[in-house]
């Protein structure tokens, strides 16, 4: 069985990687009459984008190093940090990871300082465009910014298993001194506390460097800055399985201290800080959930395990609906389509998140859905599916869409219909002022949030608002207020059900 998934993988990389002829993409779409117009120029925005920035993969990856995080990140569970992760010539690496209790990483609760040694390996089968890596610890150590952060954390380590074997680490009763180090993980390596934390760092074993140019004048495209891209394995939605996963996606790239992208007013203050002064970002004014109007990815996404994508987002204000394209590919520059997702619904009015501080909940139906094909894999995939399970069977052709809510979505595809999504928003503006749209991270083991528990606890990459002219937002800035947000919060976004594995697990059926 799992021979013939990886076989399926193999399969659907290599047909798909090969279009066998030329689609017209603009094919079926004239029943949108706001699409036609608005679509195009979100595209044309996002292209121009991409192409002037001539992104291109580092092949082999070099490590050699100093990589910082942009921004406060968030990982499920969830956990607010900043990285700052040291590649040396011979191998070895120091990295930093700056723990925060709150979401903007203004109040940090303790430090981490990561040692050890990486070799790459080979390319990855199952992430196009990644590299797999080997990496070893040799010590990790933690240190406390606060009384209460101590306390919690050893109180934390105590409650699980593995807490009993290291109680030595920390004695009882023992006050906080501000720079004192703990080893968790010694050289010696005969005592390891770290899951206890939940940390591991398998983020090392899958890795791929991106460089872009950054234009200095947007206008007269004059000049352009080199940035550097690092993008580390992804951390599992399940905080159970987050020690044995092997990452298959990537998180929020870091970017390299000597070429990172201008202005980052946190990229100085990450790069300055060490175990002892953990970095303190800028204050940023909260936003409130002013959903209305046009989003688009600012660059190819990836998700466990193979699917290359990107999204494009209409939410109306006036009837709280919204709309959806899923743009998928086969490759990781996103320039080989194999399928689109349009889908639509409606969605309820926002609240904050209690479990995710800065995050607004939201929920999400997805009543209607329109599939189109955009090669041949796809199409003979779709052609052969079972009858009612996905639109009309044996009518498919390339770059046509067919509705499939009357079959009650897509069985092929993963599409579900209606179907609930609980969400995770957030809305945060770049260092250009652009604003920034978060929607929640998918289970990695490819379901749907579709219940209260697999609500999110973090974030995919940030869509990128389109069509408005830049800074319109900016009179919106208000300070923080919960009661204030939650009635302005009016919109919400969707996710759409699309599994790789049911996908796969079709192609396998069909074929076999
Ligand atoms: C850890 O738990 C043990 C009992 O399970 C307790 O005696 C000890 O005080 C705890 N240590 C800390 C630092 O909380
Ligand atoms: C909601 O309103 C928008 C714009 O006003 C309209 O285009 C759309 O069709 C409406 N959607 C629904 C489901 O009523
Ligand atoms: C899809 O099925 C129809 C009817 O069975 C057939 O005529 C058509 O050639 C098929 N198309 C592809 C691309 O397989």
Redesign the pocket.
């Given at each position: 069985m799992l021979r013939s998934w990886w076989l399926g993988v193999l399969f659907l990389a290599f047909a798909s990687g090969k279009r066998l002829w030329d689609v017209p993409r603009s094919h079926a779409k004239e029943q949108r009459p706001e699409k036609l117009w608005w679509e195009p120029q979100c595209q044309y925005q996002l292209r121009h984008l991409q192409d002037g920035a001539r992104i291109s993969a580092v092949l082999p990856p070099r490590l050699e190093g100093h990589w910082i995080s942009t921004g406060c990140e968030v990982r499920p569970g969830p956990e607010f940090l900043t990285r700052s992760y040291m590649f040396f010539a011979n191998r070895l690496f120091k990295a930093y990871q700056f723990y925060y209790r709150d979401p903007s990483c203004r109040e940090p609760t303790y430090s981490l300082v990561i040692k050890g040694k990486i070799r790459l390996r080979q390319a990855s089968w199952i992430t196009l465009g990644a590299t797999e890596a080997d990496y070893h610890l040799h010590k990790v150590g933690i240190v406390f910014h606060s009384q209460r952060a101590m306390h919690d954390t050893v109180a934390r380590i105590n409650q699980t298993s593995s807490g009993m074997r290291c109680s030595g680490f920390l004695p009882a009763g023992r006050t906080w001194a501000p720079s004192a180090l703990y080893e968790l993980l010694s050289a010696k390596g005969e005592e390891d506390c770290t899951p206890g934390l939940g940390f591991a760092m398998h983020e090392l074993s899958l890795v791929r460097v991106e460089k872009y140019h950054q234009p200095l004048l947007l206008q007269h495209n004059q000049g352009s800055r080199q940035v550097e891209e690092l993008y580390l394995g992804d951390i599992h939605t399940e905080w159970s399985e987050r020690l044995h996963y092997r990452p298959t996606g990537y998180q929020r790239p870091l970017q390299n201290a000597m070429h990172h992208m201008h202005p980052c007013p946190a990229c100085g203050i990450i790069y300055r800080a060490d175990e002892h002064n953990p970095p303190v970002l800028p204050a940023r004014p909260e936003l409130p959930m002013l959903l209305n109007g046009h989003w688009i990815s600012s660059r190819c996404e990836v998700r466990p395990a193979v699917l290359f994508l990107t999204r494009y987002f209409i939410f109306h204000a006036n009837n709280r609906s919204w709309e959806g394209y899923y743009h998928h590919y086969s490759d990781p520059l996103c320039k080989q389509p194999t399928f689109t997702v349009y889908a639509s619904g409606h969605y309820s009015q926002g609240a904050p998140s209690l479990i995710v501080r800065g995050g607004t909940e939201l929920v999400f139906k997805v009543t209607h859905a329109q599939v189109t094909p955009m090669d041949?894999v796809t199409?003979?995939m779709l052609?052969s599916s079972d009858f009612g399970s996905c639109g009309e069977a044996?009518s498919?052709r390339i770059g046509q869409e067919l509705d499939v809510t009357h079959t009650n979505g897509c069985a092929a595809l993963g599409i579900e219909l209606p179907h609930t999504e609980y969400e995770l928003f957030r809305l945060e503006r770049d260092g250009k002022d652009r604003s920034l749209l978060f929607i929640g991270e998918r289970p990695t083991d490819g379901s749907s949030p579709n219940t209260l528990r697999k609500r999110p606890t973090s974030y995919q990459p940030p869509l990128l608002q389109c069509g408005e002219p830049l800074g319109t937002l900016a009179r919106h800035i208000m300070p923080h207020d919960p009661e204030r947000l939650s009635a302005q919060v009016n919109h919400g976004a969707p996710r759409i059900p699309v599994s790789l594995l049911v996908f796969l697990a079709t192609l396998l059926v069909n074929w076999d």
């Open positions: 041949q199409v003979s052609n044996g498919w």
